[in-house]
């Protein structure tokens, strides 16, 4: 899939599955804007595949609105999690948590739409998760934030198709990053336990979302707007 010519943004873009995207969309041939609210990962990444580094809070919406003029594509995958369930869970926390995940997708995506609007076209890609479709434990704050991305991406894409913008999510599974080794090893687990209860004994690579989200962000997707597409190795087919 070649981006050659395509200015894309992509949130998150300093670890795990964000830095995998703007890899994949470098390759092929995309001007890639790689922002993160952590500096220091971004400006390493963009030594070694190019692009621009931003540093951006996405909560912090006169930052956003500087940032996403004139995008053909904006992949949202800027998350935080979290590890409780609702008795447990401070009200802070709960805010904190729809910051990142929810107001940061739908502030990008407000962002982004007039620019794309006035060129008549763009694709918006945000990354939900298997826990906005199903149920996880201990994790109420953060499955409630990816249903509102999934609900929000319906209704962007709704909204836009006339504007010529597709809008649609992406569902990863078990991804193997960062953070999901920090939440094996803070809960005392093994990544081997944890590999052993996915369908295929193994979690999924930041690389196999990028490859979902680089479909979804070209043309060949030109007919697919507002769709789900799970990537997550049969965890919710089961
Ligand atoms: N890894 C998984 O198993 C998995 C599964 C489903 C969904 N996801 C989703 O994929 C996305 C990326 O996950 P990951 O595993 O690569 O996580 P990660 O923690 O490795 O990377 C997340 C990145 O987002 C950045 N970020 C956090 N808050 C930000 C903010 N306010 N503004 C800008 N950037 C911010 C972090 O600095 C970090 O670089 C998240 O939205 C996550 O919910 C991950």
């Not at 200015?7 to 964000?18: F, N, P, Y």
């Not at 929810?102 to 826990?131: D, Q, W, Y």
């Not at 934030?145 to 209704?155: D, E, I, P, Y």
């Not at 991804?175 to 979690?203: I, K, T």
Request: with cysteine; glycine share 12%.
């Amino acid at each position: 899939m070649s981006f050659g010519g395509k200015r894309a943004l992509v949130t998150g873009a300093g670890s795990g599955i964000g830095a995998a995207v703007a890899r994949r969309l470098a390759v092929g041939g995309a001007d890639v804007i790689l922002a993160d609210v952590a500096l220091q990962p971004i400006e390493e990444l963009a030594q070694e595949i190019g692009g621009q580094p931003l540093q951006l809070d996405v909560r912090d919406e006169e930052q956003v609105a500087a940032a996403m003029a004139g995008l053909d594509v904006l992949v949202n995958v800027a998350g935080i999690g979290s590890t409780t369930t609702a008795p447990e869970t401070p009200l802070d926390v709960w805010e904190d948590v729809f910051a990142v995940n929810a107001r940061g997708t739908f502030l990008c995506c407000k962002h982004a739409i007039p620019g794309m609007a006035e060129r008549r076209g763009g694709s918006i890609v945000n990354i939900a998760s298997v826990a906005a479709l199903v149920g996880l434990r201990n994790r109420v704050a953060y499955c409630a934030s990816k249903g509102a991305v999934v609900a929000l991406t319906r209704a962007l894409a709704v909204d836009h198709v006339a504007d010529g913008i597709r809008v649609n999510a992406v569902c990863p599974g078990t991804v193997d990053s960062p953070w999901v080794r920090r939440l094996v090893e803070d809960a005392g687990e093994s990544l081997d336990a944890l590999r052993a209860r996915q369908p295929m004994g193994r979690l999924g690579l930041p690389e196999e979302i990028a490859d979902a989200v680089a479909y979804l962000a070209s043309d060949a997707a030109a007919f697919v707007t507002g769709t789900t597409l799970v990537i997550d190795g049969g965890l919710t087919a089961a």
